[in-house]
């Protein structure tokens, strides 16, 4: 059986829940309290289609990082890009757009294959804190091509549609040539 190699960053600015999302992915769990990442962390995540597997290392950056260093060797050789922004604080959702454009420069991604991406705009529980609607969540999506998901990693609200669909994602544009 084949096997196939990705690799998804997940970015945004501190606090949006990027480890909260990964957390509840790969273990069903949530924590209420921020443990800020340090620099990056990564784990792994497998997937089963029709035509082989997909294995998918996700790189969980460090707010802090993200608008300080942007190091290189996190983002090296990324195939989706996974832009976090926490509905309840609406400066995190202006952050994107910079985000966004420093990160698709930054990328080196090998000639043949393409950058795929989603907007996620988490904490989607704390309906009444929300200060970004979902309307313009959407509208940024497709101003820059991302793909929209609304997430929770408190309820677990389409957490695992969005990893899912960055490892279909990756594998779609790999083979789009
Ligand atoms: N209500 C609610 N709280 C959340 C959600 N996701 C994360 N949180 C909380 O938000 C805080 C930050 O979560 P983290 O996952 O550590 O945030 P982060 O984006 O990884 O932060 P940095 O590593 O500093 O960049 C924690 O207190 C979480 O419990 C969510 O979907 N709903
Ligand atoms: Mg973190």
Redesign the pocket.
Known sequence: MSVELYKAIIV?P????????VRRYQSDE????????IGASLSAATFEFPEGRVVLTIA?I???ESFSGLRNQFYQGAHHLLL?YDVTERSTFERITELHEALTKKICIQREDFLGGSLVA?????IDEAQVTEQEGKLLADLLTLKFFS????TGMNVSELFHYAAAESKRLRHIT
């Open positions: 945004g501190p606090n949006v829940g990027k480890s909260s999302l949530f924590r209420e309290t921020h443990t800020a990442t969980d460090g707010g802090q976090v988490n904490k989607s529980d704390l997430t929770s990693a408190k």
